[in-house]
């Protein structure tokens, strides 16, 4: 078994219920050599009412995402303690792919000589905005959404490279402006909209991470908005503000 796992799925609610269930089985104590957890033993029980303390909620702090001091508080001092009961103590980190280039350094060394007991669960939408580092230190499981999905149209594609070339160099005003590219869209091209413009971020990130540069600060920023506003949409929040703001984050500082 590894020790540092990356579930991947742009269906979050299936990848995160499907990273959940294998942390689950991996402290089951009726699992065996099955990783499918029984659903009645103790542990599993504890985990179900949320009370297991051998499971660690990663979160962030603050808005921006989960930060170098979020993991030094939350996994690596909890870390140096053996689990409390059961076989692993399991840190399980939520949207993921907000985690800072800082916070992804910290954990390198922790996820590459971890404490036996130490398993890392990783759940993010899209792998793009993770170090080639922290990528070569887990184990990546690509998570099968609903295949019922409509398929991207052609506009959609044009409209998310449009928008990436407009609001990185907008002013205040102009940003706000974009608001109106979305208001034709319903609720399915918007999510849509919102996947393809993470995806232009997270490949600007990837690729300058493979030619040895170091990728703008504003990329890991926007991809960490898109991800917020996607949350926050998902919750029926306010359309117009949440993507309002959002562009306003993706924007450059003049």
């Known amino acids: ?32 050599d099955s990783s499918a957890p029984c659903g009645e033993c103790p542990s599993c029980n504890t985990f179900d009412s949320g009370n297991n303390p051998d499971f660690v909620y990663v979160t962030g702090t603050k808005q921006k995402g989960i930060g170098v001091d979020d993991v030094r508080a939350q996994i690596l001092m909890p870390m140096a303690y053996k689990p ?49 580092t922290m990528l070569s230190r887990c184990v990546l499981k690509k998570i099968q959404g609903d295949s019922s999905t409509q398929a991207v149209t052609p506009e959609l594609q044009v409209l998310a490279q449009d928008i990436n070339n407009r609001v990185g160099d907008s002013d205040i005003y102009e940003t706000f402006a974009l608001y109106r590219l979305f208001e034709p869209l319903n609720k399915n091209d918007v999510g849509q ?6 995806k232009i971020y997270g490949e600007k990130i990837t690729h300058a991470a493979k030619a040895g540069q170091e990728p703008e600060k504003i990329w890991f920023n926007s991809a960490a908005a898109i991800t917020k506003t996607k949350r926050i949409l998902s919750q029926n929040g306010n359309v117009q503000l949440a993507i309002e703001l959002m562009l306003n984050e993706m924007r450059k500082p003049h």
Do not use: W
């Not at 742009?10 to 990273?19: V, W």
């Not at 350094?105 to 080639?132: C, D, M, Q, R």
């Not at 909209?193 to 993470?198: C, G, R, V």
């Open 1 to 32: 078994m590894g020790h540092a796992y990356i579930f991947e799925g742009e269906n979050f609610a299936a990848t995160r219920s499907f990273a959940l269930g294998f942390a689950k089985g991996l402290n089951c104590l009726n699992s065996g």
């Open 84 to 132: 409390y009961k059961y076989k692993y103590k399991i840190f399980i980190t939520n949207q993921a792919e907000t985690l800072t280039p800082a916070a992804q350094n910290a954990l390198l060394k922790t996820i590459e000589e971890p404490a036996p007991y130490g398993v890392f669960l990783f759940i993010a939408t899209h792998s793009h905005n993770f170090l080639p």
């Open 193 to 198: 909209l919102l996947d393809l413009l993470y």
